[in-house]
């Protein structure tokens, strides 16, 4: 297929639904006198856009080697003018784009053809420094500011970042060098972050060896992340799968995730900031998650979990090689809590631990953390989990006068491996019950005998955010 090269040929429509064929087949008509070809391919998204362009008419090189920053940032700053008049997509086409940090806007597309490859810029100029997290009080990696990330967002509505499995490319080995080395003076870009902002998708896109997290929505509501493949090395520092952070009705579903941290981490800041900022994660649904993650969970709650989380259902979970499933991670000083957990159906293959609470993290953002914020740990439910060769079934571990409570574990099958521990549950500062599980539970989680596995409930209502859908939108391009 041909780039475009000039502005003037590069005319790019996007139209919506059976009246967009209806054009299409009329165009085709017309134009093809003029021998003008067109084609046009169709994407779900949850809203289709008026207007759209090209990358490659903003002075765009998908050749690998030249910066585009500037020519995304002027994309993106022209298209924000159609915010109000129908929304806009920005077309990236075959090629390997180089591109350092910009900000999109608001009832906007950004979408990756299938041979798109982003390409994290090495310049750490590219990545202008932005003031941490409220909730975070500093970088996750340094004091102080931090670089924006690639894609960026801030206090946005109505913003669509998908392809039909193109690439993101952080060329994240730079950056882990220089933070293995202790050599960066500002915490690492993610990928992609979106601050403030409702109504989000990030969809069909394949991400790979980001500088630190993947894909971080923030202070944010209605977001639906699905149709993910997310690839680094196992041994990468901090490449977090997917963070919900301090956000409202989030689903993620059908995403694959090999990553040297947790894929999915849910998160609601840190200490001392995170309990001012007092933002919790909540109705938080992940379905459909396929992880591999040998020194981290497939699913973290925490550590940073200041703000709250609460309501969290998670299904039909599969992990090979991960290090523990659902983990909670807490220490004194974070305050907050974790409730309303829900974890149904999980099939595990070489773990070290299935289950694993951990009461005494540590990490502090600084020493003002107040030592009286104790987090509150409750009705915790799993249900449904079969793993094999797993090291040691469960490490619970509360905080000493401040025990973690409500926990249920039922229908629970683990296969142990050869090198498996004598003692399969170390439970202190828990209490709860179990049903129906093996290897037999600690003394702290009495066995409620056969028959009770319901115990452990899994909510039957739906979540506000299973009303986000996709439409079928259709984008046309013309091509000479
Ligand atoms: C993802 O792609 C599949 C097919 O490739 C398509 O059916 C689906 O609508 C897309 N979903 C989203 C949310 O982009
Ligand atoms: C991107 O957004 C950040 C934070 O909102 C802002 O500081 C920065 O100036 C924006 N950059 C551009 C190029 O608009
Ligand atoms: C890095 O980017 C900055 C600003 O964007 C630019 O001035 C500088 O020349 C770039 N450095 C290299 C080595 O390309
Ligand atoms: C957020 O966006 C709204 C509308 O676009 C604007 O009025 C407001 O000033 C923005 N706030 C910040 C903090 O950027
Ligand atoms: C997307 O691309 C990745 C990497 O090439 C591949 O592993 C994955 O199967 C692809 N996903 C789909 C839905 O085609
Ligand atoms: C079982 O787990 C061990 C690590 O604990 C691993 O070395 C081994 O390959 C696994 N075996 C199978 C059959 O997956
Ligand atoms: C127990 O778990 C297995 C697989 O994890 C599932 O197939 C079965 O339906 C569950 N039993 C009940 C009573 O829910
Ligand atoms: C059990 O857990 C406690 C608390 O974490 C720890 O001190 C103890 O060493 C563990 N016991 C074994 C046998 O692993």
Redesign the pocket.
Known sequence: MELWTSARRSKVIDVRGVLGVLVLFYTIGVESRKSVKWDYFEYGASNCRAHSASVSDFGGVGDGTTENTKAF?AA??HLSQFSSKGGSLLYVPPGRWLTG???LTSYFTLYLDKDAVLLGSQNESEY?L??PLPSYGRGRDADGARY?SLI????LTDVVITGANGTIDGQGELWWTKFRAGKLDYTRPYLIEI?FSTDIQISNLTLINSPSWNVHPVYCSNVVVQGLTILAPVKSPNTDGINPDSCTNTRIQDCYIVSGDDCVAVKSGWDEYGISFGMPTKQLVIRRLTCISPTSAVIALGSEMSGGIEDVRAEDITAIDSESGVRIKTAVGRGGYVKDVYVRGMTLKTMKWVFWMTGNYGSHPDNNYDPNAIPVIQNINYRDVVAENVTMAAKLEGIAGDPFTGICISNVTIGLAQNSKKLQWNCTDVAGITSEVNPKPCDLLPDQGQGKIEECNFPEDSLPVENMGVQTCYFFRKRW
């Open positions: 940032q993106v700053d940090s910009f900000n202008p932005i003031e924006s960026f967002g801030n206090n601050m």
